[in-house]
């Protein structure tokens, strides 16, 4: 994983000349930040990142958030027809994307939705959701009965039991599920196509897309591209490897 980011950030600062002379492995000569750039004008990535970052951490707050209700009521609750419930959510992990875009496309257009970034805050959370339910329906399922029967016998309530007893001894898989939430909807490129037309709406992933078409051939400014899109996730997972990493090995000692 770490080879490939480092070849992408060294011929992002190769100019094209020296690219083309010594090729994708030399080191270069000298920083040439004209490719970082050009790329940041021509897709004016300022607005491209802030809409990316709205919309990744939108819904990985909303999708964790409604991850834990619907596991609090599957796992602990043990609603009727518990597994036929949890084989729908698989079912909806496994459906392709490919499949969902015209239902989708035609559910935004006519509720007024489309073209905005809240359609697609709207649709990620929901499929994100179907993953983050199916994983904490398992993990609450084992929760100890006696501490939330604890918690009952000191009076406290269904919302008390969730947000005082259940979250906090869950935080560890909630925050695997909020790391891996941003990610992956930040990585997002069909939906986004599809339902974000606006230049002022798109993401970072659809501004690679609309480059890598443009300019297929300035390998400078596609490097510089890939740097820029990547960086940001980076940082969000170097930020939060501990929290990843405590949820892991919580996981595995259960």
């Not at 770490?2 to 000298?30: Q, R, T, W």
């Not at 941003?182 to 939906?191: D, G, M, Q, R, V």
């Amino acid at each position: 994983m770490v080879a490939p980011f480092v070849i992408v950030a060294l011929n992002a600062v190769k100019s094209p000349a020296e690219y083309s002379a010594h090729g994708p492995l030399s080191l270069p000569d000298g920083l040439y930040l004209d490719g970082l750039k050009d790329f940041w004008e021509r897709v004016d990535f300022g607005r491209k990142l802030l809409n990316s970052v709205l919309i990744s951490g939108s819904v990985a707050v909303f999708a964790v958030v409604l991850s834990v209700l619907n596991a609090y009521a599957i796992g602990i609750g043990r609603i009727k027809g518990r597994p036929w419930v949890l084989a729908f959510f698989v079912l909806a992990n496994m459906l392709p994307q490919e499949a969902l875009v015209y239902p989708i496309y035609y559910l935004l257009k006519e509720v007024g939705l489309y073209d905005t970034r809240l359609s697609v805050i709207l649709v990620f959370t929901v499929i994100q959701s179907a993953f983050g339910t199916y994983l904490l329906s398992s993990v609450l399922g084992a929760f100890p009965k006696e501490v939330i029967e604890a918690a009952r016998i000191d009076g406290a309530n269904k919302w008390q039991v969730l947000w005082r007893v259940v979250v906090p001894v869950s935080r560890p898989t909630i925050g695997v599920l909020l790391v891996f939430f941003f990610i992956w909807t930040w990585n997002e490129f069909l939906l986004p196509l599809v339902m974000l037309i606006s230049n002022d709406n798109q993401t970072v992933s659809v501004a690679l897309g609309v480059l890598q078409g443009q300019r297929l051939m300035d390998a400078t400014m596609t490097n510089a591209a890939a740097l820029l899109g990547v960086l940001p996730a980076f940082v969000f997972f170097l930020i939060f490897q501990r929290t990843l990493a405590r949820g892991i090995a919580v996981g595995a000692v259960k």
